[in-house]
Structures are given as structure tokens and as C-alpha cells.
């Protein structure tokens, strides 16, 4: 059997078929769907592309050709000549408030959940949104160990408190995400590994010390003087496009 009464048997078959079915009160949702899909697929099998031809616009054409034995619509797609300009692609709003939101996410090293769970905190805390959602974040634990220059990264600062090696106002503290208060001292246990790794990345002085804290180097002890304010803390994200994006949901 040829492809074109092979194309025109199954059409007839299909028709007959449906014409049954409504005749019996059996026709569902689901047959229809299954119709349409098996013609729809059955189109796109005839349907051929022909080289590309460039336009005096600038653009390349790609012309769609009917075959005799389908009722495919003939048509032109028009893409750019330029490679890249196919891949280009308008940002909208809320794709520019998601960058910022992972870009300021992952800066910090937290998870999804636990970055929300403090959008909602600083939300119900009232005053600006923004700035109360900052001060969270730097008052961290973790966070803190890192602004002293304890740590290379937040990662490594997380590290050195799930491993119960800082005592928070003379007390033994592994909660990383735990919020200081104004005055909170954070102290090294007496372990000569972590006093020794400490001691070598304040040497090395990668982090610029922040102006809110305060980092006695000789007894290895720190002190949140004062609550940050949000125009003093570096950031690389726009915190007002993260609080539009989660007042979205």
C-alpha cells in the first residue's frame, strides 16, 4: 500500500470510527485528543524543509512545501541570519527579580527555604522590608565568623560552627543560622587545628572586615558591635527586585 491511500484509509477509518462512537454516546475527551494527536503527527510526517535562502532583509527563510497527500498548510518561518540573534531573548521583570534573588541566595549559601523563612521573618517585622531582610542575614552566625575572617568562605565558616568549635557568650553554639544580638561575643574553643586555621586566614586577609564588628586576633574572640545598616553592607544583588519577586507569590 502506498503512502497515499495509506494516509487515505486512515483518515475514512478515523471518520467512521467517531461517527460510531457519537452514535453510541461513548465519545470521551480522551478519544478526541487521541485523534487529533495521531493527525497532527501524521501532518509533520509530510511535511518537508528546503534550503535556506537569505532575503534582502537580512533573514533566512525556511520554506515548508505540502505534500499531495496531506492538507499541511504551506508557510514561511522567518529566522535571523545571525546565529546568536536566535538565541537572544528579552528579559522580563520577573526574570531580572529571579537573577537577583539567586544571585544574593547564593552569595550567602543558603537553601531556598531557609532564605524565605527569613524574607518572611523581615516581613512581619515591619519598617522597610529590604533593609530589615539584610540585617537578618549579617546577623547570622556563620555569617559573623565569616565577617571576622575566620573562615575563607561562608562555607567554611558554616563548618566551624556544626562542628561545635565557637562558644557564643561563653556557650557552646552549632546552629549556624542562629541570629546574634548587639553585644554577642563569639569566642574559639581552645583546639590548636581551628586556632591555627583561624590564625592563618586572618594572616592571609582575604575578607575586608566589616565596620560592625569587632576582632581581637591575640584571645581569637569577636563582638557584633552594632546592627548593620543595609547602605553599609557590599552586596552584588538588588535587594528591592528579591522583596518584589517573593511579594509576587
Known amino acids: 500500500m502506498c503512502r497515499q491511500s495509506g ?3 486512515m483518515r475514512s477509518f478515523q471518520q467512521s470510527l467517531v461517527a460510531f462512537l457519537i452514535s453510541c454516546q461513548y ?26 535562502e537569505r532575503s534582502s532583509d537580512g533573514w533566512e527563510r525556511i520554506s515548508t512545501v505540502r505534500s499531495s497527500s496531506t492538507d499541511c498548510c504551506r508557510g514561511n518561518l522567518r529566522l535571523p541570519a545571525d546565529p546568536e540573534d536566535r538565541r ?3 528579559i522580563t521583570d520577573y526574570g ?15 537553601s531556598e527555604k531557609q532564605f524565605r523563612n527569613l524574607y518572611r521573618r523581615a516581613k512581619a517585622a515591619g519598617g522597610v522590608t529590604s ?37 557564643v557568650n561563653g556557650r557552646p553554639q552549632n546552629i549556624p543560622s542562629a541570629l546574634l544580638a548587639q553585644g554577642d561575643r563569639i569566642t574559639v574553643k581552645r583546639r590548636k587545628g581551628v ?13 575586608v572586615r566589616a ?29 528591592q527586585l528579591v522583596v518584589e519577586y517573593y511579594s509576587r507569590s
Open 211 to 239: 565596620s560592625w564588628v569587632t576582632v581581637e586576633e591575640d584571645s581569637l574572640s569577636g563582638v557584633l558591635t552594632a546592627i548593620p545598616e543595609a547602605a553599609e553592607v557590599p552586596l552584588d544583588a538588588n535587594v
Open 27 to 52: 465519545i470521551r475527551p480522551t478519544y478526541v485528543l487521541l485523534f487529533l494527536s495521531c493527525s497532527f503527527r501524521r501532518c509533520l510526517w509530510h511535511i518537508h524543509i528546503q534550503p535556506r
Open 131 to 167: 533593609d530589615t531582610f539584610i540585617q537578618l542575614l549579617e546577623r547570622r552566625l556563620d555569617n559573623l565568623v565569616y565577617r571576622f575572617g575566620w573562615a575563607a568562605s561562608r562555607d567554611q565558616a558554616r563548618q566551624l560552627v556544626s562542628h561545635n568549635h565557637l562558644l
Open 96 to 110: 531580572r527579580q529571579l537573577a537577583e534573588k539567586q544571585k544574593l541566595r547564593f552569595g550567602y549559601g543558603l
Open 195 to 207: 586556632a591555627s586555621l583561624i590564625r592563618a586566614n586572618l594572616a592571609a586577609g582575604n575578607q
Open 88 to 90: 537572544r531573548r528579552k
Open 7 to 9: 494516509t487515505r484509509f
